[in-house]
């Protein structure tokens, strides 16, 4: 099986690809809905990149939660071209890799 390092590689990947996916869907959104989900991509590259290679993430806690980003991006990827559906998961996304980047920084600071 593998760790939440692994996981949250995948989860960069599926970010990645969905930013590159952004003006074929454009025409499906609003502009208001287009911007949102923008700065929901936005900030979950920005979490997902804290959370890479982080040596907390092998233990089981880790792993699970990468496990719930990745789930979460993935199923992003499926209900993109649905404007309300994907701007609820693109904020869950966002959400969770923060909460995520927030307790390695804590795990972090208490280990040292």
Request: aromatic share 6%.
């Amino acid at each position: 099986m593998a760790d939440g390092r692994d996981l949250i590689e995948e989860t960069v990947v599926i970010i990645g690809q969905l930013v590159e996916k952004l003006p074929a869907v454009k025409p499906h959104y609003s502009a208001e809905e287009f911007e949102e989900l923008e700065s929901y991509l936005q900030s979950a590259q920005k979490w997902v990149a804290s959370c890479r290679k982080k040596v907390w993430l092998r233990g089981k806690e880790g792993t699970d939660m990468a496990q719930k980003c990745l789930d979460t991006a993935r199923h992003l990827q499926e209900v993109l071209d649905t404007p309300a559906a994907a701007l609820e998961s693109a904020a869950d996304l966002a959400y969770q890799l923060e909460n995520l980047a927030r307790v390695i920084a804590t795990k972090s600071q208490v280990m040292t």
